[in-house]
């Protein structure tokens, strides 16, 4: 679809080595796609979850994260800057296969460390969703073991290692093949009111 396709173009501006006449003309390009699609932006406000909060789109129930967070700047199959990163429930855990390419490279051939923070703090986030215990990241703790190789598979695993009342403790490590290259922790705040219905209300409230 067309948000894969802005990937891979996004992907080949990275790495291009093409001469300026022919990013000019991509970038002439690139404006009328922009202009063609421009009209059609929805105003907000916004969210992973769903697109517009005044309709019911949102699943409930989901264990999917690309299902219940579409939109996601990490695993969102809607969202164009999102790494290509899918994790898969395993019982109470998540895990996850991918390879970063070069959008997402911070030091010489490694993964930047914020990338590496970014899609940690999804994964527990997510993992937390899929046992009914979903919150606001509280703090979140990455310990950086080994450079994150670009270019080469890297596996995710993410738990929830318990509950106290509102507070979900979660954590996850990141490998490549038998290397620990990071691991994380988090807390996690449960709302006392969901984030979309206090919006939904302010909508309604405010029609």
């Not at 490279?105 to 990338?115: D, E, F």
């Not at 979903?134 to 703090?139: E, K, L, V």
Request: negative net charge.
């Amino acid at each position: 679809g067309a948000v894969d396709a802005l990937r891979r173009v996004l992907a080949n501006l990275r790495k291009t080595k093409a001469p300026a006449a022919l990013l000019a003309d991509v970038a002439h390009e690139l404006d009328a796609l922009h202009a063609r699609l421009a009209p059609y932006d929805h105003p907000g406000p916004y969210a992973q979850g769903i697109l517009d909060m005044g309709e019911g789109s949102f699943i409930p129930g989901a264990r999917d994260p690309a299902v219940f967070f579409p939109y996601s700047p990490v695993v969102g199959p809607h969202n164009p800057i999102a790494p290509p990163v899918v994790f898969e429930q395993r019982g109470d855990e998540l895990v996850a296969e991918h390879v970063f390419d070069a959008p997402y490279c911070g030091p010489p051939t490694a993964v930047h460390g914020g990338i590496v923070a970014l899609v940690f703090d999804e994964l527990l986030g997510c993992v937390n969703v899929v046992n009914d215990a979903g919150g606001f990241t509280g703090t979140l703790t990455v310990r950086y073991r080994s450079l994150t190789p670009v270019g080469e598979r890297i596996a995710m695993r993410g738990w929830i290692e318990r509950r106290e009342g509102r507070k979900t403790f979660a954590k996850g490590t990141m490998h490549c093949g038998d290397v620990l290259c990071a691991e994380a922790e988090g807390v996690f705040i449960a709302p006392s009111e969901s984030p979309l219905e206090r919006v939904r209300r302010a909508l309604a409230e405010g029609a």
